[in-house]
């Protein structure tokens, strides 16, 4: 647990009266977490921050330290209380203040368990930000050609998040993947289903060392590639080594597509796992039911895999996986971080068929009207599918970053 508390408390209250209630409030929550009390000198040093209104006439203490939290942390300010000693009524008054000066602000009051849930789903996005300030995204090559919405603000997305975004030629990557050595990838080779998937292995695994170098020597938490550019220079793809980079824990996205590298980027500090980027083949807005498609796929999200070509070219390596049956969220975060999408669902099955992209999943929305923001209002074409009802987590995460 990352989570510490500080306290607003007037003189006029009994401080042994306090105290027990303190203790007996804070031990209903089950939750850990470090007591600082009255010294707001470390406030912003943890992934969540808490401020425990504990008692009436405390607004006007507030308002003296509220320079010193500001300059300390540009996260809202979470006002936990219980509602004794008229605690409440001062958040209240507490909270209209921020709002009045434009910062942003919560309390957290009702049942126990209503809260301690609050503030679970609250220290995880706080651990996420503090993963992702600081996070070195690279941009391998110019997102291609036909991704034409799918630009980025890389100013904002530092402004907001703390992640920095770094251009890469291609030609860079293309020099490194001729300096390495052809590799022999031999417990790969065995999974080969036929000689030209053989053949294309070595030099799929070569793409992935060279990316391997760029990352280190750039310092990169992840990247996104101008994938298609490889089968004309190299006569292979990307698929291979970005499903061996996601599996560990290295973002990658395909096609150049930058506000994919951030929805992944977000979706990988929350869920802990980078997720499947993916693209609608067919969808029924009626029923809500969704087919998604991509060539590549995290090893880590699969119970299986097969090798197969790259399906618009016919060359290179792709990935066809078989993820576990059971809820998914689908999510997507536009390049300015303004905008996203999340709704959950039910992967079905897993397909295989010739005429799509060689990982196929078949997915029910929960919400059939949903289907209608593909056909009406989408973030750009790709979205990142993860296990899990994840929809709560990375609504509140955006929460703050679209305001």
């Known amino acids: 647990m990352d989570i510490s508390i500080y306290t607003l408390t007037s003189q006029l209250h009994d401080e042994k009266v306090v105290d027990a209630a303190t203790a007996e409030f804070l031990g209903s929550l089950n939750i850990k977490f470090d007591f600082i009390g009255s010294d707001f000198t470390t406030y912003g040093d943890h992934a969540l921050n808490l401020i425990y209104v504990r008692t009436g006439g405390t607004e006007g203490i507030f308002k ?17 209380t219980s509602g ?7 958040s209240m008054e507490i909270l209209s203040y ?16 209503y809260v301690s849930e609050r503030i679970n789903i609250l220290e995880k996005v706080g651990l996420a930000r ?26 904002t997305v530092k402004a907001k998040t703390g ?20 590799p022999n990838p031999e417990e790969l080779m065995k999974e080969a289903p036929n000689d030209n998937i053989k053949k294309a292995l070595p030099i799929a695994e070569q793409i992935y060392l060279a990316l391997k170098t760029i990352i280190k020597k750039y310092k990169l938490n992840g990247f996104t590639l101008r994938c298609f550019d490889l089968l004309t220079a190299v006569k292979n793809t990307g698929c291979l080594a970005l499903a061996k980079f996601n599996s560990e824990g290295i973002i990658a996205t395909c096609e150049g ?9 977000i979706t990988n500090s929350l869920a802990s796992v980078s997720g499947f980027q993916a693209n609608p083949a067919h969808i029924n807005p009626t029923s809500g039911e969704m087919l998604f498609a991509h060539c590549t796929i995290p090893f880590n999200m699969i119970e299986r895999y097969e090798f197969d070509t790259h399906f618009e070219s016919g060359i290179g390596v792709g990935i066809r996986g078989y993820m576990k049956n059971g809820p998914v969220t689908i999510f997507k975060v536009s390049g300015n971080l303004g905008r996203h999408f999340a709704e959950e669902g039910k992967l079905v099955c897993s397909q295989a068929k010739p005429n799509l992209c ?4 078949v997915i029910q929305l929960d919400n059939a009207e ?26 509140e995460f955006m929460k703050t970053e679209e305001q």
């Open 64 to 80: 003296k330290l509220l320079p010193q939290i500001q300059a300390n942390s540009k996260q809202p300010i979470y006002l936990l």
């Open 84 to 90: 004794k000693s008229n605690s409440l009524a001062a």
């Open 98 to 113: 921020l709002r009045l000066n434009n910062i942003k602000g919560e309390i957290l009051h009702g049942t126990t368990e």
């Open 130 to 155: 503090k993963q992702l300030n600081g996070c070195r995204l690279g941009v391998v090559g110019e997102p291609s050609d036909w991704l034409i919405s799918s630009n980025a603000d890389y100013e």
């Open 163 to 182: 992640i920095e975004i770094i251009n890469i030629p291609m030609q860079e990557l293309l020099d490194e993947i001729k300096s390495i050595p052809m």
């Open 257 to 265: 597509d930058v506000p994919a590298m951030l929805s992944m980027a």
């Open 358 to 361: 060689r990982t196929q999943q």
């Open 370 to 395: 949903k289907a209608n923001y593909f056909l009406t209002n989408p973030i750009g074409n790709h979205h990142i599918i993860v296990p899990g009802n994840m929809k709560s987590l990375f609504d």
